[in-house]
C-alpha cells in the first residue's frame, strides 16, 4: 500500500468521526486530545499559537464544537481567567 492510499484510508475515516465536519475539526480535536494525554490541557491562547488556521476560524471551529460538545470548555477553579479544552 503506498503512502497515498495510507492518507486516502485516514482522511475518509475523518469524514466518519461524530463531531468533526472538517479537517480544521480533525487538527483542533487532535492537538486538544494529545494536550489532554499529557496532562496539559490547551488554553485558546496555546491554541491559536499552534496556527492551525486563523484566528477567527479557529474560535467559530471551536465555539461550534463546543455547543456541539465534542470539546469540553474547563474553567480551572483557581484562574477564572482563563479556560482550558477537554475531549
Known sequence: MTIYNKLRLIRSGIARLPGLKSHKDFDIALEVGYHQSIGSPLTLK??????????????RHLSRMIREGTVIK??????????????
Open 74 to 87: 474547563v474553567t480551572p477553579a483557581n484562574d477564572h481567567r482563563t479556560a482550558h479544552f477537554t475531549l
Open 46 to 59: 496555546q491554541l491559536l499559537l499552534l496556527d492551525i488556521a486563523g484566528g477567527a476560524t479557529v474560535r
